[in-house]
């Protein structure tokens, strides 16, 4: 008798499942790994969104900026006078 037929005796005697060679992976580990393959993909989407529409946001506030300047500017010129020669 060998180590392996002694070690199968004893399974046999004490009813233990025989274990495989590789095991599957439980519940947790397989949700886990799947939550961490998706933070790591909703953070390089963040990322990649965050760089394409960077410009966009820029020249959208800038030009939001200029626009409302020049509104004020003009605001500012064309006032209406009072009687005495003043403005508001």
Known sequence: MNLNDLKEIDRTW???PVPLANPKPTL????????????????LL???LYLAF??????FFACSALFGGA???IGR???PTKD?????
């Open 28 to 43: 947790h580990i397989v949700l886990k790994c799947i939550r961490q393959c998706l933070q790591v993909f909703f953070s």
């Open 14 to 16: 004490t009813n233990t």
């Open 77 to 79: 010129l064309v006032r």
């Open 71 to 73: 509104l004020w500017i």
């Open 46 to 48: 963040s990322a990649a």
């Open 84 to 88: 005495n020669g003043k403005s508001h």
């Open 54 to 59: 960077l410009p966009v946001f820029s020249l």
